[in-house]
């Protein structure tokens, strides 16, 4: 039977360097896990910034939203501002004319 352990066992030499390969694998791996925890907790802060973003960016849209109601609630369609630049435009040309005819002395 002490032959047989004999045959089975590494020589001590070989199980040092395998302790030590072992120890090496196993800060690789706490150094990976980590750098895996630093990683993720660097994209939850991306994703809590990029949320309050949005956020910010969705209360920004609801005011213009309402806004533009205020707006066009308030204001004028295109063809009443047509009619209305028509009404402007009548006026101006008709100032013209009299500021020409005072100019001549043609009263």
Not at 5 to 20: F, G, L, Y
Request: with cysteine; proline share 2%.
């Amino acid at each position: 039977m002490a032959d047989s352990d004999r045959d089975t066992r590494p020589p001590a030499s070989r199980s040092a360097i395998e302790r030590h390969a072992q120890t090496l694998v196993g800060f690789v791996i706490c150094g990976l896990i980590g750098w895996v925890g630093v990683s993720v907790a660097d994209s939850r802060e991306a994703v809590a910034r990029l949320d309050e973003r949005v956020v910010s960016l969705t209360d920004t849209v609801r005011e213009l939203r309402g806004e533009v109601r205020q707006t066009r609630d308030g204001g004028m369609t295109k063809t009443e501002a047509a009619a209305e630049f028509g009404r402007v435009w009548s006026a101006h040309v008709d100032l013209k004319r009299r500021v020409d005819l005072l100019e001549r002395g043609d009263h």
